[in-house]
């Protein structure tokens, strides 16, 4: 995708990562003999639910507890290994990393020293996930037991209390009646790109829940292509002021993300394109040395490129998407690039992503792992991008609908 197809904010991506895990079978009990009542079966291991800003509504199923946990943008907790206690309580211990480092650094992020989570009062309840609400039988609260967050500090409200994100000038996405409600901000930029452009336009029928939620944008629109950029300013602003992206909503952290679309004039024009587009996302690694690294059990395995002992590159491909991961690899002593792609391929592996084929890649930085996606759907390319999460970029892209007000 080329440069002018983006708007100068939509080129910003970011992530973190996360998703639920495929819950293992059971294995059955043994048989009883005639003689011997047949014991009663053990109740099983409670989900465990993530919902910190980082990482909105995420449930995973023992024995497959995530070994990384956001606790928000700038700080996480990696190399954690869960077991359950005498109380059936799942403990773990990792090491605190944080990325607000004193100007930066090559050894940023730094580690903050250990911290200890423990998830524990099991319940059933209904939860907001990313695919939508479920019933399960989870820990309802998970707390921090040592570190950076206090003694018996909760990282995060009750399971069972929360409620689907607020929604702001963002919205959600559908009707009773099978129609679409566009979110209003969407529908506002849309009404000023139709006129303008002969593209197929695709837009978000959600904007998925991040560390902060959109409340304005600014869109373009030039002949067959398309792009909006999204903002969390500190108050909304009217779509395309001149105060969207600059001054006091002009911060990186003010980025919320962005979709765009662009139509060729035939298919084989478009997988060009996105084919232009993988050349630009792969970063050149001359003299790399290879390695296969599995991301998950069962899962898929990453290639990671190494030069003189850095991390290049590590990518992937599942279901017709080719996924880079680039940037700062070794963050967090070498964790945070693992932990990054394991969250997107267990995510990716039971949610089916968009188009006819495409690319995702993340740029991981000091301020964040930037994600975006592009894919082909006929003849047109699509993209769509979050700058404070992967998983959200991800939600991004899946809910992007053929536009009709």
């Known amino acids: 995708m080329s440069a002018a197809l983006l708007p100068p904010a939509a080129l910003l991506f970011l992530a973190g990562c996360g998703a639920a895990p495929s819950r293992p079978a059971t294995k059955p009990a043994p048989q009883a003999s005639k003689r011997q009542p047949k014991p009663a079966p053990a109740r099983r291991t ?8 980082f990482e909105p509504g995420r449930l995973f199923s023992w024995p497959s507890f995530p070994a990384t ?6 700080t996480w907790v990696a190399g954690l290994h869960w077991t359950i206690n005498r109380s059936g309580q799942a403990v773990a211990t990792g090491t605190n990393f944080s990325d607000l480092c004193p100007q930066g ?4 992020p730094t580690p903050q020293g250990t911290e200890t989570l423990r998830a524990s009062n099991p319940e059933t309840c209904t939860v907001t996930t990313a695919g939508g609400s479920a019933k399960a039988y989870l820990y309802n609260l998970v707390d921090s037991l040592s570190g950076e967050s206090g003694r018996g500090t909760p990282i995060q409200g009750p399971a069972c209390l929360a409620a689907p ?24 930029a849309m009404a000023y790109i139709e006129p303008r452009t002969a593209a197929v336009a695709e837009a978000p029928s959600q904007l998925p829940a991040s560390s902060l939620m959109a409340n304005s944008a600014d869109a373009a629109a030039i002949d067959s292509s398309y792009a909006v950029s999204l903002y969390h300013c500190p108050s909304p602003l009217p779509l395309n002021d001149p105060g969207v992206g600059n ?20 298919p084989a024009v478009a997988a060009a394109a996105q084919a ?14 290879q390695s296969k690294v599995q991301l998950s059990p069962g899962g898929p395995s990453a290639t990671l490129y190494e030069v003189d002992g850095q991390g290049c590159m590590a990518t992937w491909t599942h279901g017709g998407w080719t996924f880079i991961l680039a940037g700062d690899l070794y963050s967090g002593s070498g964790t945070i690039w693992k932990a990054v792609a394991s ?5 990716t592996t039971t949610n089916p992503l968009p188009g006819d084929d495409g690319l995702l890649s993340c740029d991981i930085a000091p301020d964040g792992v930037h994600t975006s996606l592009y894919w082909t759907t006929g003849p047109s390319l699509y993209g769509a991008s979050a700058y ?8 991004l892209a899946e809910s992007m609908l053929p536009y009709r007000e």
């Not at 946990?69 to 700038?74: C, E, K, P």
């Not at 650094?105 to 940023?108: F, I, L, S, W």
């Not at 232009?276 to 790399?288: I, M, V, Y």
């Not at 969250?343 to 995510?347: E, F, K, P, R, T």
């Open 165 to 188: 994100p607020a929604q702001s000038a963002g919205g959600s996405s559908s009707t009773g009646s099978g129609s679409t409600a566009w979110p209003p901000l969407v529908s506002q």
């Open 388 to 395: 404070h999460g992967s998983i959200p970029a991800i939600e």
């Open 343 to 347: 969250q997107i391929a267990n995510y």
């Open 46 to 53: 409670p989900d465990l639910y993530i919902n910190t800003p």
């Open 247 to 266: 001054g006091s909503c002009g911060d990186l952290a003010d980025v919320y993300g962005a979709f765009s679309g662009k139509t060729f004039p035939d």
């Open 276 to 289: 232009s587009t993988l050349n630009s996302a792969s970063p050149e690694c001359p003299g790399a040395s």
């Open 105 to 108: 650094g090559a050894n940023c």
């Open 69 to 74: 946990v956001f606790l928000n943008d700038n």
